[in-house]
């Protein structure tokens, strides 16, 4: 059987996680995966503050923690409906968008899931074959 050039094997593991290059793009990669989780939380932060802001100029004498902590509140149902809506919804397209533009490994991965898919029908139909002319 011939190996396919993007077959995962022995030689990616060596090509792609040994060495000290690599070593340092898995840091780098885990480094930034680090800060986009803290940049998210960051940023849910600047929008509450920007809210209570626009909240708390329309007051002349404003406790402005009361008014972060009560829009924080009121915000915590609409975060949560739209990261429902998110789930649901909007990660499905993403994944679409990502398996679409993918690179040659998560092309063939998907090639090589649909085949097996392929296969096991296969098998499936060849043993109901069986099972039907052996009763």
Same mark, same amino acid.
């Given at each position: 059987?011939?190996?396919?050039?993007?077959?995962?094997?022995?030689?990616?593991?060596?090509?792609?996680?040994?060495?000290?290059?690599?070593?340092?793009?898995?840091?780098?990669?885990?480094? %930034?995966?680090?800060? !986009?989780?803290?940049?998210?939380?960051?940023t849910? *932060?600047?929008?509450? +503050?920007? =809210?209570a802001? /626009?909240?708390?100029?329309? %007051?002349?004498?404003? !406790?402005?923690?009361?008014?972060?902590?009560?829009? *924080?509140?009121?915000s +915590?149902? =609409?975060?949560? /409906?739209?990261?429902?809506?998110?789930?649901?919804?909007?990660?499905?397209?993403?994944?679409?968008?990502?398996?679409?533009?993918?690179?040659?490994?998560?092309?063939?991965?998907?090639?090589?899931?649909?085949?097996?898919?392929?296969?096991?029908?296969?098998i499936?139909?060849?043993?109901?074959?069986?099972?039907?002319?052996?009763?």
């Amino acid at each position: 059987m011939i190996e396919s050039p993007f077959e995962i094997n022995a030689n990616s593991e060596k090509r792609f996680m040994q060495g000290k290059i690599n070593l340092l793009i898995r840091l780098y990669y885990y480094f %930034q995966e680090g800060v !986009n989780q803290l940049n998210s939380v960051r940023t849910l *932060g600047y929008a509450l +503050i920007g =809210i209570a802001g /626009v909240f708390a100029v329309s %007051q002349s004498e404003a !406790n402005y923690w009361g008014i972060i902590i009560a829009v *924080g509140l009121i915000s +915590i149902p =609409i975060f949560v /409906v739209a990261g429902y809506l998110w789930v649901k919804r909007g990660r499905k397209s993403t994944e679409y968008f990502a398996l679409k533009y993918t690179s040659t490994y998560g092309k063939y991965g998907v090639q090589m899931q649909e085949r097996q898919m392929q296969l096991l029908e296969e098998i499936n139909e060849e043993i109901k074959k069986l099972n039907n002319k052996s009763v």
